[in-house]
């Protein structure tokens, strides 16, 4: 089992040039990326989406990037002799024209910037992607082993809520026959009774197919059984990976075979039992929103 909150880091360094990742983990009902990347790994966003993809499934998982220290970059000088030897042309032409005695020197041309100068090369996708990556991993590695842990925590506290339902539920299970029978009388003695005062004569084959159906009205047996398997299966999803979504729906099946339950057994005493076993599944639901 696995949760959906927990906090990841990582972080890689290159001499002075240092990458941390930090991964954040919280509830959701689907898998949602929040990326903050600095302008310089900007175009890697669809990469680290796809990255984040493989580990997780179910989640708001929020990644920022952050780095200290100058990385690498090589830089290309650019000289454009074309227009230096013009230059050269132009300046002893007007040096003569003007009759100076000085004789023009190799500073003399370093003064025009457009014969000289240095440009930063364009970033390679697959360099930022290399300086990147290890520490983005490093950081959802941790954040998965945090879910984890806490899944481990969240699978304790669910198992003793579920053994508390189980309890309760096998109260009910002592009281069914007594009460089935108490309610099935009661019934018998109403309709009676009732066809007594009007002093009507019935047809005893409808009389008793209608005694049939009234009597499953206030036999709870299939609601119970239901709830009993969809407890035996809550115990058994929990083993399985990525299970909070059928965790939660056997949530509400549970609460809802509790429910009619109740109705049908017209039990103060078993109505007592089902409104804690109604809490105890909130309890169990309201833990299910944080598996994954």
């Given at each position: 089992?696995?949760?959906?909150?927990?906090?990841?880091?990582?972080?890689?360094?290159?001499?002075?040039?240092?990458?941390?990742?930090?991964?954040?983990?919280?509830?959701?009902?689907?898998?949602?990326?929040?990326?903050?990347?600095?302008?310089?790994?900007?175009?890697?966003?669809?990469?680290?989406?796809?990255?984040?993809?493989?580990?997780?499934?179910?989640?708001?998982?929020?990644?920022?990037?952050?780095?200290?220290?100058?990385?690498?970059?090589?830089?290309?000088?650019?000289?454009?002799?074309?227009?230096?030897?013009?230059?050269?042309?132009?300046?002893?032409?007007?040096?003569?024209?003007?009759?100076?005695?000085?004789?023009?020197?190799?500073?003399?041309?370093?003064?025009?910037?457009?014969?000289?100068?240095?440009?930063?090369?364009?970033?390679?996708?697959?360099?930022?992607?290399?300086?990147?990556?290890?520490?983005?991993?490093?950081?959802?590695?941790?954040?998965?082993?945090?879910?984890?842990?806490?899944?481990?925590?969240?699978?304790?506290?669910?198992?003793?809520?579920?053994?508390?339902?189980?309890?309760?539920?096998s109260q009910i299970e002592t009281l069914k026959d007594e009460t089935i029978k108490?309610?099935?009388?009661?019934?018998?003695?109403?309709?009676?009774?009732?066809?007594?005062?009007?002093?009507?004569?019935?047809?005893?084959?409808?009389?008793?197919?209608e005694m049939v159906y009234l009597m499953d009205r206030v036999d709870f047996t299939?609601?119970?059984?239901?709830?009993?398997?969809?407890?035996?299966?809550?115990?058994?999803?929990?083993?399985?990976?990525?299970?909070?979504?059928?965790?939660?729906?056997?949530?509400?099946?549970?609460?809802?075979?509790?429910?009619?339950?109740?109705?049908?057994?017209?039990?103060?005493?078993?109505?007592?039992?089902?409104?804690?076993?109604?809490?105890?599944?909130?309890?169990?639901?309201?833990?299910?929103?944080?598996?994954?």
């Amino acid at each position: 089992m696995e949760s959906m909150t927990g906090f990841g880091k990582g972080v890689a360094q290159y001499g002075n040039f240092v990458i941390t990742v930090y991964a954040k983990s919280v509830n959701s009902r689907y898998l949602d990326m929040v990326l903050r990347l600095p302008k310089r790994y900007a175009f890697l966003e669809e990469r680290i989406r796809k990255k984040i993809a493989e580990f997780f499934r179910r989640g708001k998982i929020e990644i920022q990037l952050k780095y200290s220290g100058e990385p690498v970059q090589e830089k290309e000088v650019h000289i454009d002799f074309a227009l230096a030897r013009r230059l050269k042309s132009a300046l002893v032409k007007l040096k003569d024209e003007l009759g100076f005695d000085q004789l023009l020197e190799f500073s003399d041309l370093l003064r025009f910037r457009e014969i000289l100068f240095i440009e930063e090369q364009e970033e390679d996708l697959e360099k930022l992607w290399q300086e990147v990556e290890p520490a983005l991993i490093q950081a959802l590695q941790n954040l998965k082993s945090a879910r984890k842990k806490e899944g481990e925590y969240l699978k304790e506290v669910l198992l003793t809520h579920l053994n508390e339902l189980k309890n309760l539920v096998s109260q009910i299970e002592t009281l069914k026959d007594e009460t089935i029978k108490t309610n099935t009388e009661k019934l018998k003695k109403r309709i009676n009774n009732l066809l007594k005062e009007m002093k009507l004569e019935t047809d005893q084959q409808r009389f008793y197919q209608e005694m049939v159906y009234l009597m499953d009205r206030v036999d709870f047996t299939e609601e119970l059984e239901r709830l009993k398997v969809h407890i035996s299966h809550f115990e058994k999803t929990m083993e399985e990976e990525m299970c909070g979504k059928k965790l939660d729906f056997l949530c509400q099946e549970m609460f809802r075979e509790a429910t009619t339950m109740s109705n049908k057994a017209q039990s103060s005493e078993i109505s007592f039992i089902v409104v804690h076993i109604k809490d105890f599944i909130e309890k169990l639901r309201e833990q299910v929103q944080n598996v994954a």
